[in-house]
């Protein structure tokens, strides 16, 4: 008699409990490299399992995700909030599939869900060339001053995040074909990649580097009240600080550093700032 070998692999499941939520959650968190992505992500997760535990379900499947989008929906969030939820129950699935605590059919429906659809409204705020050069200001004689401006010209001409910014050292510029660039920038998720920088932006640095007599370590430092350099670095959330002064004085309202990054895809930007004006 022939004895037909039997499976020990747990058979995947249709219906997930907290446990197995909250050990989808953990994989998908291990997944990620950047702090700022676990926290999205984290917080994203924990409001859909608060959610799906809220009541008795069938089954965690397509339904149920576009059910949850509703609801979404029905809280008036903004799009691209809704989207970001939706990509975070996204990932759950494909780790629980991946883990065999779900069916690959259903990892499969739910990862067929589509976001919500954008309108087309640009949100955030979106600077001209004109509100640029207005927000960086002119060039001042105050070391204060020289670091805000080299700061701003850093995130307007190269789209800089502000962790990106606080980690520059002075080895960081680097020429490449007789152009300069930030060489191997490690961004938001570890990614790393290589940054051109304007001549005015990097003319900005370069005064604030030679005013602060800064020969190695972190770029941008502390300023005290005294004018005097202090410290080896500064925090994003002082990057945060020249910003919001720099609006102020601009009169331009409800800025963030973030809304400066989309003024370098404006292509006509480093050609006509470099061709001659700050």
């Excluded at 379900?57 to 397509?62: D, V």
């Excluded at 004689?141 to 520059?168: M, N, Q």
């Excluded at 102020?248 to 700032?273: E, F, G, Q, T, Y």
């Amino acid at each position: 008699m022939v004895h037909r070998k039997t499976s020990k692999r747990s058979k995947a499941k249709t219906i997930l409990r907290l446990a197995d939520l909250e050990q989808s959650r953990n994989a998908v968190l291990h997944s990620l490299g950047a702090a700022s992505s676990q926290e999205s992500y984290g917080h994203a997760i924990d409001e859909f399992i608060g959610w799906y535990c809220s009541e008795p379900r069938l089954s965690f499947n397509r339904t149920v995700v576009l059910r949850y989008r509703f609801f979404l929906e029905q809280k008036n969030l903004a799009p691209s909030t809704i989207n970001v939820r939706l990509a975070a129950v996204r990932r759950l699935a494909y780790e629980a599939s991946d883990t065999r605590l779900l069916t690959p059919d259903l990892a499969a429906g739910i990862r067929r869900v589509k976001g919500a659809k954008r309108l087309g409204v640009r949100i955030g705020n979106w600077l001209t060339i004109d509100q640029s050069r207005t927000l960086l200001g002119k060039p001042s004689d105050s070391l204060r001053g020289k670091r805000d401006r080299a700061i701003l010209a850093l995130l307007i001409g190269c789209g800089l995040r502000r962790e990106e910014l606080v980690g520059l050292r002075t080895g960081d510029f680097q020429l490449r074909e007789d152009h300069c660039v930030i060489a191997d920038l490690v961004g938001k998720g570890k990614h790393i990649r290589t940054v051109p920088v304007p001549s005015w932006a990097k003319r900005s640095v370069d005064e604030w580097i030679a005013a602060a007599a800064i020969t190695d370590g972190a770029i941008f430092r502390r300023v005290s009240r005294l004018d005097e350099i202090w410290g080896d670095g500064i925090t994003p959330k002082a990057i945060w600080h020249v910003v919001r002064a720099a609006a102020k004085r601009a009169d331009i309202k409800n800025l963030a550093p973030h809304d400066l990054r989309r003024v370098r895809r404006l292509n006509c930007l480093r050609s006509s700032w470099d061709q001659g004006s700050t």
